[in-house]
């Protein structure tokens, strides 16, 4: 029987393409998303945001079945001393702008579930900052930390400071993580998650230049992450 797969998410085909180039498409019908199946992997483009997050997971886990799952991407970076090529590998996630209270005795707790932080598996989480520091030509920009999300793109420099004064343990800021790690949390599913940051999260934002950044140099990056990382996994 062969063996269940690990299952990649990113939100922008940009960032996937030097991944799935030599992968052939999913034969799988599927609610628009783009699929792609091979080398042990299902490797989805969910679109951006937590609902189109949450609805790629969800979806694959009940037509895939995988053994782990990984939200793989840009972010931005909560630290204004660096703003670009940091590979972040996740401890866990939280929605920044999760608000329940009064449900809730804080923001970022999900209703229900009652837990703010989902932490992510420390083996996957382990075996992805191995697969980073090799696949990097300085070991040092790898680095655990939280990821942070929520349905905006961060480009305020005081929207940004706030949201480390707040979350402390954060390390980037994004818009899929958290609601992948909900999914694979109900469902029980290890999961991870690798962030490369593209920008500072201020008023320097450039989207041309952010989307140059991650055609050209972090997606590059994340195929040989991953690529390193499955058959570990």
């Given at each position: 029987?062969?063996r269940?797969?690990?299952?990649?998410?990113?939100?922008?085909?940009?960032?996937?393409?030097?991944?799935?180039?030599?992968?052939?498409?999913?034969?799988?019908?599927?609610?628009?998303?783009?699929?792609?199946?091979?080398?042990?992997?299902?490797?989805?483009?969910?679109?951006?945001?937590?609902?189109?997050?949450?609805?790629?997971?969800?979806?694959v886990?009940?037509?895939?079945?995988?053994?782990?799952v990984?939200?793989?991407?840009?972010?931005?970076?909560?630290?204004?001393?660096?703003?670009?090529?940091?590979?972040?590998?996740?401890t866990?996630?939280v929605?920044?702008?999760?608000?329940?209270?009064?449900?809730?005795?804080?923001r970022?707790?999900?209703?229900?579930?009652?837990?703010?932080?989902?932490?992510?598996?420390a083996?996957?989480?382990?075996?992805l900052?191995?697969?980073?520091?090799?696949?990097?030509?300085?070991?040092?920009?790898?680095?655990?930390?939280?990821?942070?999300?929520?349905?905006?793109?961060?480009?305020?420099?005081?929207?940004?400071?706030?949201?480390?004064?707040e979350?402390?343990e954060?390390?980037?800021?994004?818009?899929?993580?958290?609601?992948?790690?909900?999914?694979?949390?109900?469902?029980?599913?290890?999961?991870?998650?690798?962030?490369?940051?593209?920008?500072?999260?201020d008023?320097?934002f450039?989207?041309?230049?952010v989307?140059?950044?991650?055609?050209?140099?972090?997606?590059?990056?994340?195929?040989?992450?991953?690529?390193?990382a499955v058959?570990?996994?």
């Amino acid at each position: 029987m062969a063996r269940a797969p690990v299952a990649v998410f990113f939100a922008l085909e940009l960032e996937a393409q030097a991944l799935v180039r030599q992968l052939p498409r999913s034969g799988t019908i599927a609610p628009r998303i783009s699929v792609w199946e091979g080398d042990g992997m299902v490797v989805a483009v969910s679109g951006v945001g937590k609902v189109a997050a949450a609805l790629a997971a969800q979806f694959v886990h009940d037509v895939f079945k995988p053994r782990c799952v990984l939200s793989v991407g840009l972010g931005g970076a909560l630290s204004g001393e660096t703003s670009r090529g940091q590979v972040v590998v996740a401890t866990g996630a939280v929605q920044h702008d999760m608000d329940g209270r009064p449900l809730t005795s804080a923001r970022g707790i999900v209703p229900g579930l009652n837990q703010s932080v989902f932490s992510a598996d420390a083996p996957v989480a382990e075996k992805l900052h191995v697969a980073a520091r090799r696949s990097v030509e300085n070991p040092r920009i790898v680095k655990p930390g939280l990821v942070l999300t929520g349905d905006q793109i961060v480009t305020s420099r005081a929207v940004r400071d706030a949201l480390a004064k707040e979350f402390p343990e954060g390390a980037c800021v994004d818009m899929e993580t958290a609601a992948i790690a909900q999914v694979a949390y109900q469902n029980g599913t290890p999961w991870g998650a690798v962030r490369v940051t593209s920008d500072s999260a201020d008023e320097t934002f450039d989207l041309e230049d952010v989307i140059d950044f991650g055609v050209k140099s972090a997606g590059e990056l994340f195929a040989r992450i991953i690529l390193d990382a499955v058959g570990d996994l």
